[in-house]
């Protein structure tokens, strides 16, 4: 406990000193923080792009990239959200390029290392909450309130005033997850909601509802209100990322067609359901996937795309984290998806077959029998590499769990250069396409 208290305080301590130093930029720029369990990262290009469609300079901070204006480049850091203070510098980065807004993707693992400090959030938006990381947090109560502290931030600092003008403070909240209420509490100048489901509150000043009207493997179609809308990423669950843009749109005065503009720019996250052609008769998509409740989400979305099998490659990181979930994951996998191959993450310290029997005794459970349609290959190229061997003309291969992870964390400190795009179009077009074909 006590250490656990000194690195806390050695982070805050760093935070606070690269605040001062880097001038407190944040007080210069009207800074959108989003969190949640899954779609954070989407929820942030799809907040950037209406916010460029509107005419505005935008800076970016998030799991998949990073954007200063008009220059994008990969998060190839394996953190969410930068420490060491580089968070403040690349805020001053984004003020002297002349940005008017900052994304930032706010996580609870940076929030218990004071990584959002002096962030002075304008605007907070709520996704959705599962369960993940809440062993680190102590239990679920105690994320749920350590994710609050970044709505907690709206109060706390005064208003600013950017160009003459006073900038509100604003909560954006998915309407849909049980958690709402909770993140709604909090005090904000103006409260908003999204919802799919008609679902209302209260407190919430306006809600975005939408009703979906189509959704196939071209994107999705919905409207708000008698506004129709398309996004070209695939999955219901993109609606919801594209709903927060929207709400944080509206209450920054940008058209509906400007914002119509914003979300059909986006075709696609690296790796968030990317899809990976190399000539193969199937499908392959890598995603980011890694807990319950994006697992159920992902699945489902790829079920209404495909006539033929999924097949999905699993995995769960080692190093203690989220331990309980590996159960679950592999029931919920074994439950949509025909055939599965378990493969290493990042194991860490961990023993990887014991990771990976975790996973295995849940999809078990889900009526899955070893050697069958059931598979544990540790290691992640052969794995990959197998499920494709499954696959035939109409199926779909899912990898999931890495997105654009730059490689695999092993025992010892060890880290194994790797990306699932990469490493997927190799195979496909070296071992599986010249056969499928």
Known sequence: MLKQKIKNLKHFLIAFAAYWYYGRPARKLIVVGVTGTKGKSTTCRFIASVLQAGGYKVGLMSTVEFQIGDKRWLNNKKMTMLGMGQIQKMLTEMVQA?????????????????????????MAVFTNLGTEHSERHGGFSNLRKDKGKLFATLKKYPHKILNNKKIEKIIAVNLDDDNAPFYLNYWADKKIGYSLQ???????????????????????????????????????????????????????NISEDKIMHGLKEITKIEGRMEFINAGQNFKVVVDYAHEPMSLTGLFTALRKITKGKIIAVIGSDGGGRDISKRSKMGEIAGKLCDYLVISDVNC?????????????????????????????????????????????????????AKGTEPYIAVANGEKIIWDDRTVAREILEHYVAPEKN
């Open 98 to 122: 002349g940005c008017q807004y900052a994304v930032v993707e706010t996580s609870s693992e940076g929030i218990l290392q004071y990584r959002h400090y002096g962030l002075h959030y304008d």
């Open 348 to 400: 860490y310290d961990e023993d990887p077959m014991q990771i990976a029997q975790m996973l295995a005794q849940g999809a078990r459970q889900s009526g899955k029998n070893d050697d069958n349609n059931l598979f544990i290959v540790v290691d992640r190229f052969k794995g990959i590499k197998k499920a494709f061997s499954l696959a035939n003309a109409g199926d779909v291969v899912v990898i999931t």
């Open 198 to 252: 008609s679902k209302i509150n209260p407190a919430v000043a306006e809600i975005s509802q939408a009703e979906i009207l189509s959704s196939d493997e071209m994107g999705v179609h919905f409207k708000v209100a008698e506004q129709k809308y398309h996004i070209n990423l695939v999955g219901d669950f993109n609606v919801y990322n594209a709903l927060a843009a929207i709400a944080v749109g509206k209450t920054q």
